[in-house]
């Protein structure tokens, strides 16, 4: 076999040759976070005693696509945000979360097309972590846009609310070079794996996308796709 996927996989390959010898110019560091000007809108205080217990939740995770008319609230959506992206610790300037993060550099940021959320109103959202805060970045029905560039799975425009996962390449690839692709869908992974978990423990069906049209899913999301570009989804809501 071979193709742009196996090169890839060859030419990003770490031996014992090739690691090493490289220090990182800090003076060029990307920036950890992305602030938009936009409407904030505060978080709920996450709750961490109780719950499911992870044994359970990870027993019965499963994927589903058929979600019903309910909403959820704004309290669940934090606590699912906090699954995904919570701070749980603090070291200098690092935000450590609930997801492991190759290099601590944290690549991914987390946009959100809220469909039927209480007490928000439907549109484009913005995760900015350091004030746990969502920025309002546009109103209207963005569910069925990315139902349609989703490859027309129609799940999208019937959930609650979909988590939208974009990479921004040059915070990992300062360090990592072109291995940071490797390890920004790694992190990817992670942060879903804990929102189903989440979504289980609250008894709601999660379903994890990776089939979309990659620059309708980048335009509908803002982002250039070259040096920010979605790379993961997942559609959520009540069971049906
Ligand atoms: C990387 C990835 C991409 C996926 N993309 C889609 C998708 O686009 N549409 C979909 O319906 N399910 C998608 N899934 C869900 C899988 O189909 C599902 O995980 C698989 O069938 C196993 O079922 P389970 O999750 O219930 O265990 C995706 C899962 C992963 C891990």
């Given at each position: 076999m071979q193709g742009i996927g196996t090169d890839f996989q060859e030419l990003t390959s770490y031996t014992r040759r090739n690691v090493g010898g490289r220090s990182l110019d800090w003076s060029k560091k990307p920036p950890t976070f992305k602030r938009y000007e936009a409407p904030r809108i505060p978080l709920a205080t996450p709750e961490?005693?109780?719950?499911?217990p992870v044994w359970k939740a990870m027993q019965r995770r499963r994927s589903h696509r058929d979600f019903s008319e309910d909403s959820i609230s704004s309290e669940t959506l934090s606590q699912l945000i906090w699954a995904t992206q919570g701070v749980t610790a603090v070291a200098g300037d690092t935000l450590f979360r609930t997801a492991p993060s190759a290099g601590g550099l944290f690549p991914i940021e987390t946009y959100l097309v809220i469909?039927?959320?209480?007490?928000l109103e439907s549109g484009l959202y913005h995760l900015f972590l350091p004030e746990w805060e969502l920025e309002f970045l546009s109103p209207g029905n963005y569910g069925v846009p990315l139902a349609q560039a989703a490859l027309d799975q129609g799940m999208m425009a019937q959930a609650a609310v979909d988590f939208v996962w974009t990479a921004v390449i040059p915070r990992s690839a300062w360090k990592?070079?072109?291995?940071a692709y490797r390890y920004i869908y790694l992190d990817a992974a992670h942060i879903c794996q804990n929102l189903y978990l989440a979504c289980e423990a609250f008894g709601l069906g999660c379903c994890a996308v990776g089939a979309f049209f990659d620059s309708e899913a980048n335009q509908l999301i803002g982002v250039?796709?070259?040096?920010e570009t979605v790379i993961y989804m997942a559609a959520i809501g009540k069971k049906q």
């Open positions: 961490i005693e109780g719950g499911m469909n039927r959320v209480e007490k990592y070079e072109q291995r250039d796709g070259n040096e």
